[in-house]
C-alpha cells in the first residue's frame, strides 16, 4: 500500500505517524510546505517539499497571503504521477486538505487537527465555505477526539472515524531518573507550548497560590516548552516572587520528553482550547497524576477522580486546590498507576496505527 501524506514534516505528530505507519509495511511520501529534520525520519520515507517564504507562514489564519500555497498544486500533481499512490491522505482540513481536495485524486481521507476546525471556519463565511468543500471531496475524515468529531460535523454529512493520536507504552514508562530537581522536591509541571490557548498563566498564578498555602513544601515549577508568550511568563514569576521556584526549559527534543515527565510529581494542563491531549497521555503513561482543564479533548484522556482532576479552565483557585490534594503521595501513585493501565488499554499507539491501516484497507475495498 502506498499512501502520499499531505502534511507539515516538520511537525513531531506527521513524524509519528509518518514512521509508524512506515513500520506497519506501508509506503510512504511527504508532500509538505515547510522545512524539517530528515533526521526525525526512517528511511525509506520520500519527503518533498514546496517551501513558501516564512513570513507568509505566519500569517494568520485567514489571511489572503496564506493562498499562496496553491501555486504548490502543480508540484504536487507531479509528484502524484511519479509516486501513484493508492491513497492521498492530508492532516489538516485546511491548506493541506485544499490541496488534496484540487488535486482531484481519490481515495481522499482528511485528519482534521485542531484549529482547522475550531478557528479557520469562524474567520469567514468564505473560509466555511472552504472547509465544506475540502471535507465533501473527502472519501472519509479522520478524528483524534469525539469532541472534535462533532464538532467537524457541522460542516460535512461525510463519514468521520475517531482514532486517538495513541502512546507508545514502552517508550513512555515510570523510572528511576537523574533529575534537575532535589529528591524532597515536589514538582509540578507542564509540557506545552507557552501560547495563551494553553493557559499557562493559570498554572502559574495557581503555584504562587499553592506556595502561599504551604510554605513549608519544597514545591517547584516545571515548565518545559517555549512559545510567545515566553518573555510574559519568565516576568510574571520574577512579579510573583517565585523566579527562583521555577524552571523554563526552552524547546526540548521529543526523545528527551521521557525523562522530564519522569521529573514530575504532577502533570498539569490547563488549556483555554484543545483538540485533544497527546502529552497528558505521555505523563499518565508515565505514571504521573494529571489535572486537566474541562475543555475540548482533554476530558476524554482523564478519568476524573481515578487518573486525574479535571477543573474549570481559565481559574486558578479550583487548580490550586488540586494540586494540594496531590500532595498525598498514596494518591498521586494511585492515580498514577490508573492512569498507565488506561493509556494501555484505551490509547495504545500500536493500536491506533492499526486502526489506521484497516480504514486505508477499507476505503480502497470501497473504491
Known amino acids: 500500500m502506498k499512501v502520499l501524506l499531505l502534511a507539515d514534516p516538520a511537525s513531531s505528530h506527521v513524524v509519528k505517524w509518518a514512521n509508524g505507519l512506515h513500520e506497519k509495511g506501508v509506503e510512504i511520501s511527504i508532500f509538505g510546505l515547510s522545512a524539517y529534520d530528515p533526521t526525525q525520519y526512517n528511511a525509506g520515507i520520500i519527503i518533498d517539499l514546496f517551501t513558501i517564504p516564512q513570513f507568509i507562514k505566519w500569517q494568520t489564519i485567514g489571511s489572503i497571503l496564506k493562498t499562496s500555497y496553491l501555486l504548490a498544486l502543480p508540484r504536487l ?11 492521498i491522505h492530508a492532516h489538516s482540513a485546511s491548506s493541506y486538505g485544499l490541496l488534496g481536495a484540487l488535486c482531484g485524486f481519490h481515495p481522499f481521507v482528511i485528519s482534521v487537527w485542531g484549529s482547522d476546525i475550531y478557528n479557520f471556519p469562524q474567520k469567514s463565511n468564505f473560509l466555511k465555505k472552504i472547509i465544506n468543500f475540502n471535507l465533501k471531496k473527502s472519501d472519509m475524515i479522520f478524528s483524534t477526539s469525539k ?29 528511576e531518573i537523574k533529575s534537575h530537581f532535589n529528591e524532597n522536591d515536589l514538582v509540578i509541571g507542564t509540557i506545552k507550548s507557552i501560547e495563551k490557548q494553553y493557559g ?8 504562587k497560590k499553592v506556595k502561599e498555602n504551604n510554605p513549608d513544601v519544597p ?28 524552571k523554563i526549559t526552552g524547546l526540548v527534543s521529543y526523545d528527551k520528553i521521557p525523562d522530564y515527565h519522569r ?9 483555554i482550547e484543545e483538540s485533544f491531549g497527546v502529552a497528558i497521555l505521555e505523563a499518565s503513561a508515565c505514571e504521573i497524576p494529571v489535572i486537566v482543564s474541562n475543555v475540548g479533548g482533554l476530558p476524554e484522556v482523564v478519568d476524573n477522580n481515578v487518573t486525574g482532576f479535571i477543573v474549570p479552565h481559565s481559574s486558578v ?8 490534594l496531590l500532595f498525598d503521595e498514596n494518591l498521586r501513585k494511585k492515580f498514577g498507576k490508573a492512569g498507565r493501565e488506561r493509556v494501555i488499554k484505551h490509547f495504545n499507539w500500536d493500536d491506533n496505527l492499526e486502526q489506521m491501516v484497516n480504514n486505508y484497507k477499507e476505503i480502497l475495498k470501497n473504491n
Open 77 to 87: 500533481k507531479k509528484i502524484i504521477r511519479n509516486f501513484n499512490p493508492d491513497i
Open 147 to 175: 469532541i472534535m468529531a462533532e464538532e467537524t460535523k457541522k460542516y460535512t454529512m461525510r463519514d468521520i472515524r475517531v482514532i486517538p493520536f495513541g502512546i507508545n507504552s514502552e517508550i513512555f514508562i515510570p523510572k
Open 219 to 246: 514545591l517547584k515549577l516545571l515548565i518545559v516548552g517555549r512559545g510567545s508568550l515566553t518573555n510574559y511568563i519568565k516576568q510574571l514569576t520574577k512579579d510573583l516572587g517565585i523566579e527562583s521556584d521555577v
Open 263 to 271: 521529573m514530575l510529581d504532577i502533570y498539569v494542563a490547563v488549556s
Open 200 to 207: 499557562t498563566e493559570y498554572l502559574v498564578r495557581a503555584f
Open 317 to 324: 483557585e479550583p487548580l490550586a486546590e488540586k494540586i494540594e
